[in-house]
T-cell receptor
Framework: DTGVSQNPRHKITKRGQNVTFRCDPI?????LYWYRQTLGQGPEFLTY????????KSRLLSDRFSAERPKGSFSTLEIQRTEQGDSAMYLC?????????????FGPGTRLTVL | KQEVTQIPAALSVPEGENLVLNCSFT??????LQWFRQDPGKGLTSLLL?????REQTSGRLNASLDKSSGRSTLYIAASQPGDSATYLC????????????FGGGTRVLVKP
């Protein structure tokens, strides 16, 4: 399968714990995005990488959130000291800078539930 | 600030009827607009991407139009099938906002057999 993959698909954690999610983009894509989606809403942008450089962060990304893309391939999103309000679907997307007009392709998401 | 609206929030049609889904956005300065499909609890599947210089795109039974000056896009799905039941989301890539997408809230579609 050459699409965007995310792991884990589901995560249940207790408030105050740290969690980490992984995203593997489509292999030739140099841009990678994280979005968050709550029930009944459209996704909201969190952060964006071009290769290994994190070029933009939303104000939604509090200091408890950190994202990395160390070698310009896969990315991780860590949430420290989780809160119940962090419960959401976390979506990763990737795109190429040419050819497809920067069409973004999404992974299956990681559903986070904070108890 | 770019805002994207999709009305109605939910739609129910009998099988075979054509679907018309609406998307409006407040700032016409966009690079492109994408339509997505989302099944319950799943990720997003890209359906069509329309560049700002284009008026429409077609893929099979799907046709999307873009009127940038009026801030509107419409997704047409011909001869709907029960398998078309899903939430449909539109998203714009605003010129002023770099590479991120701004999404509407989606239209939840039910096609009844």
């Amino acid at each position: 399968d050459t699409g965007v993959s995310q792991n884990p698909r589901h995560k249940i954690t207790k408030r105050g714990q740290n969690v980490t999610f992984r995203c593997d983009p489509i292999s030739e894509h140099n841009r990678l995005y994280w979005y968050r989606q709550t029930l009944g809403q459209g996704p909201e942008f969190l952060t964006y990488f071009q290769n290994e450089a994190q070029l933009e962060k939303s104000r939604l990304l509090s200091d408890r959130f950190s994202a990395e893309r160390p070698k310009g391939s896969f990315s991780t999103l860590e949430i420290q000291r989780t809160e119940q309000g962090d419960s959401a679907m976390y979506l990763c997307a990737s795109s190429a800078t040419s050819g497809s007009g920067d069409e973004q392709f999404f992974g299956p998401g990681t559903r986070l539930t904070v108890l | 600030k770019q805002e994207v609206t999709q009305i109605p929030a939910a739609l129910s049609v009998p099988e075979g009827e054509n679907l018309v889904l609406n998307c409006s956005f407040t700032d016409s300065a966009i690079y492109n607009l994408q339509w997505f499909r989302q099944d319950p609890g799943k990720g997003l599947t890209s359906l069509l991407l329309i560049q700002s210089s284009q008026r429409e795109q077609t893929s099979g039974r799907l046709n999307a139009s873009l009127d940038k000056s009026s801030g509107r896009s419409t997704l047409y799905i011909a001869a709907s099938q029960p398998g078309d039941s899903a939430t449909y989301l539109c998203a714009v890539r605003p010129i002023a906002a770099g590479n991120k997408l701004t999404f509407g809230g989606g239209t939840r579609v039910l096609v009844k057999p």
